[in-house]
């Protein structure tokens, strides 16, 4: 399969990429991994007149700690969580879901930048980011912006980003004591989407009852799901089990899922509330609370 | 239509093409230099009948623009055998019956190749996992993760 033509633009700074985006507008869209931008435009589901590759602009592959936020470059790598120790030592829910995205193929082009700017409700890094309290960090004409991410998913396939913008970093809070996150997936097979996926994070107070409590759905509804409802009910809880079970009951509530061949809509709530009690017991295990 | 000369490095060797824009590398490879090693089968990024090595990490050659390789360095299946001598993972999937209609072979032989790189002696579980993007319809894949493990205890 073809892609329809396109022009093909290889920025070497973000100042010229940004530049050709604000020329170009809505004709452009920015190429990073690809691994989602490429099908699209070969199954011809999309069209662009340009591509902006940013992917020989220095500087927008890293992962570090700093001023008390982990920061992700914009175009790093799937694969880069998956072989990082600071990931996998200090941020165990992200090695859950970058091992969950696509196969070790894709995750070696496919970007954590782009899986948020696709604004895709069947990607894994929002309801990860959701949960995190992540914030995405924007370039534009005008210089950087910050967009918390509860502001970033505004429908299918349609983010807070402009036009002429680029996610350049992602920044979550650095892990608070006796915290912990997890995602977890079900899905046909290796390589799809998730039929339904539920990412969970607590933190928990002295006395062992939940501090805070994050919960949000992927792939069962236009944009990934906060269960809101479900995450302030934890809240001043002794998470036991009949705790947890109100709250993926709860978590189940907040979506809308579709039918496909996935599932139908009732099928995919259901797992919605079974993967949000396993997600939650996981992030549970991991703040040293069970 | 935009095309672009761009300069890849395939198998050690320099080669200098003009390509369209929306030109696959798949394509570039297999039409352009004639290296039909590397087989297209899905199309959708999911086979990994296509993968290859770019600048050492194996991706499918389907899903990246011809012109995104530009200056850099590729490896395709016929970049394993070196002096009419199979590679130790060519040799496996000989050895070991790793394969049937051969189709996805060129790419699970890349996959592995890369694999081996980074890790010498993977656990079958690691072998299955880094395999998981490459599809064969034929072996079941018994004989292919044999095969690896076969190379793995044959390379230098």
């Not at chain 1, 869209?29 to 340009?50: E, I, N, T």
Request: with cysteine.
């Amino acid at each position: 399969m073809i892609p329809a033509a396109f022009d093909y633009h290889a920025p070497k700074s973000l100042a010229e990429a940004v530049g050709l985006l604000s020329q170009y507008g809505d004709g452009a869209k920015v190429l990073s991994g690809g691994q989602s931008l490429l099908p699209l435009l070969k199954l011809r589901l999309g069209q662009a007149a340009h591509l902006v590759d940013i992917g020989r602009i220095p500087g927008l592959e890293y992962l570090k700690e700093e001023g008390g936020m982990l920061r992700i470059g914009g175009r790093t790598r799937e694969s880069a969580l998956e072989y990082s120790d600071l990931i996998r030592s200090r941020y165990p829910i992200l090695l859950d879901t970058a091992l969950v995205i696509a196969d070790p193929l894709v995750r070696n082009m496919a970007t954590v930048g782009g899986n948020l700017a696709h604004g895709d409700p069947g990607n894994d890094h929002p309801a990860t980011m959701l949960v995190l309290g992540a914030q995405v960090v924007a370039t534009g004409p005008k210089g950087e912006r910050v967009i918390p991410i509860d502001k970033f998913f505004l429908g299918l396939f349609s983010t807070a980003l402009k036009p002429d913008e680029i996610v350049t970093e992602i920044r979550i809070p650095m892990p608070a004591p006796r915290s912990g996150g997890a995602y977890v997936k079900f899905e046909r097979k290796v390589g799809d989407y998730a039929t339904a996926a539920a990412a969970a994070y607590v933190t928990l107070g002295a006395d062992g009852t939940v501090a805070s409590a994050g919960l949000a759905l992927t792939n069962l509804g236009p944009t990934p799901v906060r269960a809101t409802a479900a995450e302030q009910q934890l809240v001043g809880k002794k998470p036991d089990a009949g705790a947890l079970e109100a709250a993926g009951k709860a978590a189940a509530q907040a979506t809308s899922p579709n039918a496909d061949r996935r599932g139908a809509p009732d099928y995919k709530k259901e797992m919605g509330r079974v993967l949000s009690v396993r997600a939650l017991k996981k992030a549970l295990e991991r703040a040293g609370g069970h | 239509m935009a095309t672009h000369t761009i300069e890849v490095t395939v198998n050690g060797e320099k080669h200098q093409a003009t390509v369209e824009s929306r030109l696959l590398l798949v394509h570039l490879l297999r039409e352009q230099l004639r290296l039909t090693g590397t087989h297209i089968g899905c199309d959708t990024t999911h086979c990994g009948a296509c993968t290859i090595l770019l600048d050492g990490q194996p991706v499918k050659s389907c899903t990246v623009l011809a012109v995104q390789a530009d200056g850099r360095q590729l490896t395709t299946v016929e970049g394993l055998e070196k002096d009419g001598k199979l590679h130790p993972i060519q040799q496996g999937f000989w050895d070991k019956h790793g394969l049937q209609c051969g189709y996805c072979t060129p790419g699970m032989m890349m996959t592995s190749y890369a694999l081996l790189a980074r890790n010498k002696k993977p656990t079958e579980l690691e072998i299955r996992e880094a395999i998981s993007g490459n599809l064969c319809r034929c072996t079941g894949y018994v004989n292919i993760v044999k095969a690896i493990q076969s190379a793995a205890e044959h390379l230098p």
